[in-house]
């Protein structure tokens, strides 16, 4: 039985003193909930002092990006040991925004994903297709890709243990949601890649969110979905009481 997650991508969006905020506020509206595997990803900065907050708390705190070097000439990286430090659980790697604007390939996601499982962080690998290759019949062929591409190499036992993140990327930030029979389609594709990749048992295990548009009213019926397990959310996750009622309405 895979547990359903549901994790906030704050991205750009929090200080350190606000993400303090929101986390007071939002653990009262979640506590109790053990249903549901809930993960807030602040900015770096904010990393420390959302750990502190979240403390004894059913609330778990993720990073949004994460580098595969130990350590080096890599002005704005950050290492696995550096957010370990912080105290963090988890990491979302290759999120569409990163591949888009700071040049993320299959390549970079895979040893940056390789980085996470060797410090033992649980990754959220990001995957999706653009509006054109869903308008011209690519999904899959894009989806095959990036799966083999990311997941390349990686063993069965830590692939058990990888949440995988189908965003559609024409669905990220502009209220288009994927409708969740579109969205179970997709899923149920990439739980069928992942079979192949590894075997049956493995691929039953890896929990897939789906991320884009995710909110209050549509998350109950998009995690009802047999092959859909939660979500990555990021506008809806900007406000404790709308992110609580979302979770609420998908346990
Ligand atoms: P959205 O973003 O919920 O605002 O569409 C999701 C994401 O980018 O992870």
Redesign the pocket.
């Known amino acids: 039985m895979r547990k359903t997650i549901i994790a906030g991508?704050w991205?750009m969006n929090k200080t350190a003193a606000e993400a303090k905020a929101f986390i007071e506020e939002f653990k009262p509206l979640v506590a109790g909930i053990d249903s549901v595997e809930i993960v807030l990803c602040p900015v770096f900065t904010a990393l420390t002092s959302a750990v502190e907050a979240a403390a004894g708390s059913n609330v778990k705190i993720g990073a949004q990006n994460i580098h595969w070097a130990e350590n080096g000439a890599y002005t704005g990286e950050i290492s696995a040991a550096m957010l370990k430090e912080t105290g963090i659980d988890y990491v979302i790697i290759g999120?569409?925004?990163r591949r888009q604007y700071f040049g993320e390939t299959d390549e970079t996601v895979n040893q940056r994903l390789n980085a996470a499982l060797a410090a033992d962080l649980i990754p959220m690998v990001c995957i999706g297709e653009l509006l054109e290759e869903r308008e011209g019949g690519k999904t899959e062929s894009v989806l095959d890709t990036q799966l083999k591409g990311g997941l390349a190499g990686i063993s069965k036992d830590d692939m058990a243990g990888i949440v995988v993140?189908y965003?559609p990327v024409w669905?990220?930030?502009?209220g288009k949601t994927a409708t969740p029979e579109m969205a179970e389609d997709t899923h149920a594709y990439i739980r069928k890649v992942l079979t192949e990749m590894f075997d049956a048992e493995t691929a039953e295990k890896v929990r897939i969110q789906y991320?884009?548009?995710?909110k209050g009213a549509n998350s109950a019926e998009l995690v009802a979905q047999a092959d859909i397990d939660g979500g990555?959310?990021?506008?809806?996750?900007l406000e404790p009481a709308s992110f609580a009622e979302l979770i609420t309405n998908a346990c």
């Open positions: 991508n991205k999120h569409s925004e993140a965003e669905a990220i930030g502009t991320g884009g548009s995710m990555l959310v990021g506008g809806a996750a």
